[in-house]
């Protein structure tokens, strides 16, 4: 699912709207958010037939001011809870009849109204308990770094707006793509941009969108940048990332010195989004340490065969360290190997062959359910549907509580002779130990 929010600075001018069409085809949103669009809501009925979205919501201009309006595709049940001048309050029905809450947002551009958008912003998070999503233009900045030029923003402006997105358990999705904040010269005067177009939400909205990215794209004309959120579903997908704790990782003093410094980096904010990037960093530290073993381990076999014949002390020296660290690399390798294998029979020692590489993805591609049948004898190859059919299975079996009590009564008299035993149970000779070695 693609958003994209855009302070649009008026619908009026073709140039603009030929610029929207080029970030629709480009990047494919189910819903459009448009800010200060300056245009009435036949303007925006003609957009959304021209761009091919089935429904929108518009808040008319007022004069040469303003102006709203959202629009969505037909794979998404939306329906409006409530708007304003300032905002648009939808909920949204999708990946399952998910429930959530998106407010397109749009705040005072009077610096003297500041205070009347952070009350706005603290109703709105009152509303509903639902998880809850809010972008759009705030006019309004967190950090000193968020505006460049001579004159500072006030501190006081800074500290009443990072005030209310704590009070409202709000957080900033992190963004990604871009540099957010540009200059650019035209004859004597300075155009400076300033981070005004954010995307918050609450740790509820995380949880059910933990994947997802937040983009900034040039749109040139304009000084402001449209941003897009991108929410990834977390069904299921032969193309999703999912991450695994390697237990070779330990074995690196760095690994744990790398993570913990990582961990401390990062600014204070709810914990799953810094789970999801401490692993996002494990894994990331994982592909570039052990990317190729084969190739680290035949390096370091040319470079024990190198010193191998060294009779003065630095090549002993240097022919030992290279062995160890051949040994340790093979010890990552069988590890990493055993992991993956799950095969609880081999032992620290036993050869790292191809056999073991293949039973790894062998298993992989054997474990993978790709179809099912139902009770109706249906072959069902949607995931969301495999999933009904597996819990509809298993609901049978647990809810069954009839007992069968004509089970059949095995025998339990012995299944081997007395003589078969003592043949079995005798000292084995050195023919039979002979034989069997050959």
Known sequence: MNILSWNCRGLGNPRSVWILGDLIKSRKPNFLFLSETLVMSDKIKELCFKFKFVKYFVVDCIGRSGGLAILWRKNFDCSVLDSSANHIDVQVNSFGNVQWRMTCFYGFPERSRRRDSWNFIKSLA??????WCILG?????????????DHAHPQYLLNGFSSTIKECHLMELDLKG???????????????????????ATEAWWHMFPL???TVHNTICSDHEPILL?????????????????????KEDSFTVDVTNFWKSLKPTHLMPKLISV????????????HKFRDKVKHKKEEVNLYADCEDEEGVRKFFEATNQLNDLLSHEEVYWKQRAKAFWLEEGDS??????AFANARKKVNQVTRLKN???EVIVQHEEMCNVVKEYFKAVFENTEVDHDVEQYSTDAVITSDQNEVLTADFTYEEFSDAVK
């Open 352 to 357: 790292n062959s191809k056999f073991f590489h």
């Open 375 to 377: 009770n109706d004898g």
């Open 230 to 250: 991108e929410l990834i579903s977390t069904s299921h997908s032969k193309q999703q990332f999912r991450f695994r704790f390697e237990n070779t990782w330990l």
């Open 212 to 214: 997802c990215n937040l």
């Open 279 to 290: 692993s996002s960093f494990m894994a990331k530290w994982g592909r570039n340490f052990f």
């Open 137 to 149: 233009d705030f006019n309004d900045m967190m950090y000193a770094a968020d505006k460049k030029g």
């Open 126 to 131: 009152a509303k509903s308990d639902m998880p």
């Open 178 to 200: 871009g540099n957010y904040t540009w200059e650019k010269s035209r004859g004597t005067q300075n155009w400076v941009r300033e981070r005004l177009d954010r995307a918050f």
